[in-house]
């Protein structure tokens, strides 16, 4: 039996999320390929993280779809018929919302640009690349915060619970586009809780086993059993005061990893083999107001990717990280088996 599921998406910092002509638009493959991510933590957890990769995505073909499975049949006359292929169990619809006519649900803002953010040192780090893509080329374009449309999801009855928990995830960590792990296209799903510090501890493992995988299959603990989720102080009066913020920290960060060795590898690199940030930023909005967030899921270097840290400079590179983010932002401090508060 198929249960649906309907949420207002809207974003709190400019997305620049588009097709190949960076023209801003409303798209589901994003979309998509974010809620197969965080189904991957939700199944890590769920299973104890003691994951079986290749028998974890072959759960995850079978439910959003697969090109290469072996195994794979279906039943038809009574009969098993082998396929290579499947289609996804999980459907998505982007709807506008009222006002918004049929043809125009795709197309979002074209106007250029990212302003109220000054040209200054600090936030240039945040835009730098993002707009200006180079001579002959485009300039990018963006869906604005508080723009909205109404996403629906269909997906068979038995799959709720992890689906669920994978939406849940987003609400609470995911950006989307373009520069997202510095907190553009920062998501908000309405109708969903973001989860609490007592429910992070199900996704949350030792920061050592984190650095034992090559993928980010959990949010970490530091030794001293602590999340490794930081929130900023104080609020901010506007989105772009928050991004200017987490520029500033995150090339404080990057330049504390500098040295001999270099570590700075550990927060990504770009290139052949390249490895997205395993630090996610993220701007939430509170009313009227906005709140920085940043949350840890580290992981080892793939071995594809053709860049090495051993295990010594990956754990020297996360307490440096990790450090340096308790001397600027606050985080979850357990006061006693069901409660946490900001130190």
Known sequence: MMQTATFTLTFTTPAFLGDANQNARWRTPPIKH????????????????????????????????????????????????????????????LLGPGGIKPKDVWQGKTSNGVKPLDPGLDTSYAWFGLIKRGANLPDRNRLEPREERVLVL??????????HDALRLIHTFATLGSRSRSGWGSVHLEGLAPLTASELEHYAQPIGKCLKREWAASLAQDHEGKLCVWHSSNSFTSWDKAIAQSARIRREIRTALKGQPDLRKALGFAGRGRMPSPLRW???????????QVAAFPHALPADSGERMDDRQLEAAWKKIISALDQRLSRYVREDAHAYRLD
């Not at 028998?55 to 697969?66: K, N, T």
């Not at 993220?282 to 920085?292: A, C, D, I, P």
């Open 282 to 292: 993220k701007v939430l909005q509170e009313g009227e107001s906005f709140r920085l």
């Open 154 to 163: 269909a997906f068979p009855d038995e799959h709720k619970k992890v689906l």
């Open 34 to 93: 974010e809620l197969r991510h965080w189904w991957r933590v939700a199944y890590a957890a769920d299973h104890g993280f003691r994951v079986n990769v290749s028998e974890m995505r072959r759960e995850e073909g079978l439910l959003f779809g697969h090109a290469w499975l072996e195994n794979d049949y279906y039943i038809k006359n009574g009969r098993r018929e082998k396929t290579t292929a499947r289609k996804s169990q999980v459907r998505l619809r």
